[in-house]
């Protein structure tokens, strides 16, 4: 109590200035419009700034919440086209799920992406406990991405497209032509699509989708565009440069894709092999 007192007598000319001069503005402000109007409007817009800035300040640490929200949003629009037969970002129908959806829909983050090597891998943040397993394939909204290579607890490492030991079916849109979809190792935004044959019906700017005979992907997403095409092999084949719609450079929220058949389908397919 006694710092108060000291700290009064020490400061008292200063405090009733400051308390004079409040009287004094107070006066002013009542007395004379302009200056009551200004002073409302300057309280006004500090305010509304102060509440600007919170309300900025929310919406920022809220943005984790809202793109997870959007991300699984998504996952369930996605699986709503598998649903009802659509495919995914093209033209066609097909009546193919009319027993049962045989997708799941996963929705996840890239927290690595690595795309400046010969073999590139990412990471996400899903993994067993979440369902995912090998073999799945991953997908983005531009198209597809890689293949789930293995999964621990809670993240996952996805074999990219951008990956010269991988190999993908893909497929012509509009025709029955399937081709092997590799990369090179050089361009990420360009991908090979080889093992076409001569007699296939190529032309610059054909659309490149996922075939049918993929266990992983479903089929008509799409992948890229014809940039150019070369016969090779004495004129028995093509290869054909495809320019990649996906950025593999710039990936953040993707979609695993569980196909419900697939182990049933890799039975069939290898029956009479051992034999």
């Not at 700034?49 to 943005?63: A, Q, R, V, W």
């Not at 996605?78 to 066609?92: A, F, H, K, N, P």
């Not at 997403?221 to 014809?226: R, T």
């Given at each position: 109590?006694?710092?108060?007192?000291n700290?009064?007598?020490?400061?008292r000319?200063?405090?009733?200035?400051?308390?004079l001069?409040?009287?004094?503005l107070?006066f002013?402000?009542q007395?004379?419009?302009?200056h009551?109007n200004?002073?409302?409007h300057s309280?006004g817009?500090?305010?509304?700034?102060?509440?600007?800035?919170?309300?900025?300040i929310?919406?920022?640490?809220?943005?984790?919440?809202?793109n997870?929200?959007?991300s699984k949003?998504?996952?369930?629009l996605r699986m709503?086209?598998?649903e009802i037969?659509?495919?995914?970002?093209?033209?066609?129908?097909?009546?193919?799920?009319?027993?049962?959806?045989p997708?799941?829909?996963?929705?996840?983050r890239v927290?690595k992406?690595?795309?400046?090597?010969t073999?590139?891998?990412?990471?996400?943040d899903i993994?067993?406990?979440?369902?995912?397993?090998p073999d799945m394939?991953?997908?983005s909204?531009n198209?597809i991405?890689?293949?789930i290579?293995?999964?621990?607890?809670?993240?996952s490492?996805v074999?990219?497209?951008l990956?010269?030991?991988?190999?993908l079916?893909?497929?012509?849109k509009g025709?029955?032509?399937?081709?092997?979809l590799?990369?090179?190792?050089?361009?990420?935004?360009?991908?090979?699509?080889e093992?076409?044959?001569?007699l296939?019906?190529?032309?610059?700017?054909?659309?490149?989708?996922?075939?049918?005979?993929?266990t992983?992907?479903?089929?008509?997403i799409?992948?890229?565009?014809i940039?150019?095409?070369q016969?090779?092999?004495?004129g028995?084949?093509?290869?054909?440069?495809?320019?990649l719609?996906?950025?593999?450079?710039?990936l953040d929220?993707?979609?695993?894709?569980?196909?419900?058949?697939r182990m049933?389908?890799?039975?069939?397919?290898?029956?009479?092999?051992?034999?």
């Amino acid at each position: 109590m006694q710092q108060i007192i000291n700290f009064l007598i020490k400061y008292r000319n200063l405090l009733l200035y400051l308390f004079l001069l409040f009287i004094a503005l107070g006066f002013t402000i009542q007395s004379h419009d302009y200056h009551r109007n200004t002073t409302i409007h300057s309280t006004g817009y500090l305010t509304s700034s102060l509440l600007n800035t919170k309300s900025g300040i929310y919406e920022y640490f809220e943005l984790k919440d809202q793109n997870n929200k959007l991300s699984k949003e998504n996952a369930r629009l996605r699986m709503r086209l598998l649903e009802i037969s659509d495919t995914l970002l093209g033209e066609e129908s097909t009546f193919i799920f009319s027993d049962s959806i045989p997708y799941k829909v996963f929705p996840a983050r890239v927290i690595k992406n690595d795309f400046y090597k010969t073999d590139n891998y990412i990471t996400i943040d899903i993994g067993t406990n979440q369902g995912i397993e090998p073999d799945m394939g991953v997908i983005s909204h531009n198209g597809i991405v890689g293949v789930i290579d293995r999964s621990s607890d809670n993240f996952s490492r996805v074999i990219s497209i951008l990956n010269s030991q991988i190999s993908l079916n893909a497929q012509i849109k509009g025709t029955a032509t399937i081709g092997s979809l590799k990369w090179d190792g050089s361009d990420p935004y360009v991908m090979s699509l080889e093992d076409v044959p001569r007699l296939a019906k190529v032309t610059k700017g054909d659309t490149i989708i996922t075939g049918r005979q993929s266990t992983m992907f479903p089929p008509d997403i799409l992948i890229g565009v014809i940039r150019d095409a070369q016969l090779i092999e004495n004129g028995s084949r093509y290869k054909i440069e495809v320019k990649l719609f996906n950025d593999m450079t710039d990936l953040d929220y993707i979609n695993v894709i569980k196909n419900r058949d697939r182990m049933a389908l890799k039975v069939i397919d290898t029956l009479g092999t051992n034999e």
